[in-house]
């Protein structure tokens, strides 16, 4: 089929865009089945439930963003215009806390800041006290709580960002500002700040829209937020048009997010015509560095340290008073890596498809592929799951019809009975990292190589193989190792989508802290944050490696 003299729609385009409307399917299933839905239950959502949930997850975007931003930026100031003992190591260790998740973090902190735990007991003990009737620190489960824990977990967004944009600006127009009267402290907030609030911007709305994508944190902790209101709407009252409509709310904020976000950026533009020239550190002595070690460190030990240590010495004790782990933990865990790993090569496979269609020079369409294919990151997961449950029951159908007629099979679920359709799911929402990473990679491979194979006679396939897949491994590898981490990471989706009697480790977690037991909630929570360490690893290694 011929659009126009020497173009033909290919194959790889056909998949791309078949990717692409997968993608799309569980936003338009979602809309169909708010607007067709019953309106019956309205009355009692508008009185009991949407006020205090809509409230609640505002509230809480509104702090976490403020914790994020304030934590973020003053980490990634401190580390850029500042040299003081373990500076280097304070870089990279304040990535740390993406290793672990929100529904970790709430975890462990639920028995870390428990008046009986350790905490309050060590501050008890040096301020006289013999009991919590004498002396206990709020409770963790509260709005207060709740921003204290996600802000912990998710200001390396803003972090990560800020402090690139801080490295790359130019040290003579800090110098100037010096030169005009400004002390430090005007020329940050007068010149610096303003030129990385697109940075900051970018990190803010990465960190909320994993706020909104959150359902243990806020359930552990006792908020109730949309995402905990879509699952009780299907799961405790089995009410999809509910959930279903509830979701739209959530999409709604995405979107908002998404806009302020994209606005921010283009009211906020800032040219910097000087040579680029890295700001030269201010180095400390004495109280002011002890000073910026101690706050430099803060949130890593808060947001890492701690928890990590608390999941260590539980598993240990587990591990001591026990001797082994149960079955059906091996089990959740084999399942995990099983399900992860097929959704990785999967979601690499198709973003390699949308970034490989995207190169092609006569393609006009790359740019809308791209953000149509990367839309999934931005949809919450339990959102996600409420828009494919139409779809993927429709397919089931259709198949289970086909192999009952051709085959004589009998009727049955294959794709909702499986983890076919937790694949999907994680494609969906992780499709982004895929797309992203190869494009990334590919913009390293210029088009002269391509040109050049064709004059020789290689076929498309042979320029892939024998040129772009070597160039591209780095690529392919870092996208496949940020999908294989979220993937186990991923708790929304999985929970509204596993099959019967399927486990992975961050339900194995929920189900253990939802019953208030705590033994083997630990060994699985240790193993999510000890493979999340490795994309910590990995960006410190690509972002920081030149930086001193």
């Known amino acids: 089929m011929k659009l126009q003299k020497n173009h033909r729609i290919t194959l790889w385009q056909v998949l791309g865009w078949i990717t692409v409307l997968m993608v799309l399917a569980p936003i338009l299933s979602l809309l169909i089945l708010a607007i067709t839905g019953n309106f019956d239950h309205w009355h009692n959502l508008l009185q009991y439930v949407i006020p205090t949930a809509l409230s609640n997850t505002l509230l809480l975007l509104i702090g976490v963003a403020i914790v994020v931003g304030l934590v973020g930026t003053g980490s990634a100031w401190l580390t850029s215009a500042?040299?003081?003992p373990t500076r280097k190591v304070l870089m990279w260790a304040l990535l740390l806390p993406l290793a672990v998740p929100t529904y970790i973090m709430a975890f462990a902190y639920l028995d870390l800041?428990?008046?009986?735990?350790?905490?309050q007991g060590v501050i008890r003990e040096l301020l006289g006290y013999s009991s919590p009737r004498e002396f206990r620190l709020p409770d963790i489960r509260s709005m207060v709580g709740a921003i204290f824990i996600m802000g912990l977990a998710l200001y390396p967004y803003v972090y990560l960002s800020v402090r690139v944009m801080f490295m790359s600006q130019s040290a003579n127009l800090v110098e100037a500002a010096r030169t005009l009267g400004c002390t430090p402290?005007?020329?940050?907030?007068?010149?610096?700040?303003?030129?990385?609030?697109?940075?900051i911007a970018v990190g803010i709305s990465l960190a909320l829209l994993e706020t909104l994508n959150d359902i243990g944190a806020s359930?552990?902790?006792g908020i109730q937020t949309l995402t905990v209101s879509i699952y009780t709407a299907w799961v405790t009252r089995s009410n999809l048009s509910?959930?279903?409509q509830i979701a739209i709310f959530m999409l709604f904020i995405v979107t908002m997010i998404i806009y302020v976000e994209r606005l921010s950026r283009q009211r906020q533009r800032y040219a910097n015509t000087q040579r680029p020239r890295a700001i030269q550190p201010q180095i400390l002595t004495g109280w002011k560095a002890i000073l910026a070690i101690i706050f430099g460190w803060l949130p890593v030990i808060a947001g890492f340290v701690f928890p990590a240590l608390y999941l260590i010495i539980e598993t240990l004790k587990r591990i001591h008073n026990v001797g082994t782990v149960s079955s059906a933990l091996l089990s959740s865990t084999i399942n995990t890596v099983i399900l992860a790993a097929i959704a990785t090569l999967l979601t690499v496979f198709l973003g390699l498809i949308i970034a490989w269609v995207v190169r092609q020079p006569r393609f006009k369409y790359g740019k809308s592929m791209v953000r149509l294919g990367s839309l999934g990151y931005a949809i919450p997961g339990s959102v996600l799951a409420i828009g494919l449950l139409s779809p993927l029951v429709l397919i089931d159908s259709a198949i289970s019809h086909i192999m009952e007629v051709f085959f004589s099979f009998p009727p049955q679920l294959y794709i909702m009975g499986s983890i076919a359709g937790l694949v999907i799911a994680y494609c969906i929402r992780f499709m982004a990292m895929g797309i992203g990473s190869v494009e990334s990679g590919y913009a390293r491979i210029p088009l002269s190589l391509d040109n050049a194979a064709q004059t020789l006679g290689y076929s498309p396939t042979q320029i892939f193989r024998k040129?772009?897949?070597?160039?591209l491994k780095p690529a392919l590898g870092a996208a496949a190792l940020l999908v294989f981490v979220d993937a186990m990471k991923e708790l929304s989706a999985t929970l509204l989508l596993r099959p019967l009697n399927f486990e992975t480790l961050s339900t194995w977690l929920y189900a253990e802290a939802a019953r208030g037991t705590y033994e083997e909630g630990a060994i699985a929570a240790l193993l999510i944050v000890l493979v999340g360490l490795l994309p910590v690893i990995f960006l410190a290694r690509t972002q920081f490696k030149n930086t001193y």
């Not at 800041?113 to 905490?119: F, Q, S, V």
Request: net charge positive; aromatic share 14%.
């Open 82 to 84: 500042y040299h003081f």
């Open 113 to 119: 800041l428990h008046p009986l735990g350790p905490i």
């Open 185 to 199: 402290r005007q020329a940050f907030i007068r010149l610096i700040l303003p030129m990385a609030r697109p940075a």
């Open 219 to 221: 359930e552990f902790l």
């Open 242 to 244: 509910a959930a279903a």
């Open 467 to 471: 040129i772009h897949f070597p160039l």
